[in-house]
């Protein structure tokens, strides 16, 4: 009974970490982190296309929503 309430243990504490890594590195990456800090220009430029990436995908996935819908 003792190990399986260390497994649990352990995998919900694997399961905590890996989730706060994910959101990490997610707003690292919507925020430019990954470009050159000394070029405003490339912080920006990365910052607005990842959000009109993801502007585009809702919009993709509600049109083909809609359009299976409509069959």
């Not at 997610?26 to 912080?43: C, K, L, Q, T, Y």
Request: aromatic letters at 8%; proline letters at 1%.
């Amino acid at each position: 009974m003792k190990d399986d309430d260390e497994s649990k243990r352990i995998i919900r504490r694997v399961g905590q970490e890996s989730e706060a890594t994910m959101a990490t590195r997610i707003r690292r990456h919507m925020s430019g982190a990954d470009a050159d800090p000394d070029d405003w220009v490339e912080i920006w430029g990365t910052r607005i296309g990842r959000v009109l990436s993801v502007v585009l995908a809702a919009v993709l996935v509600w049109w083909l929503i809609d359009f299976i819908r409509t069959l």
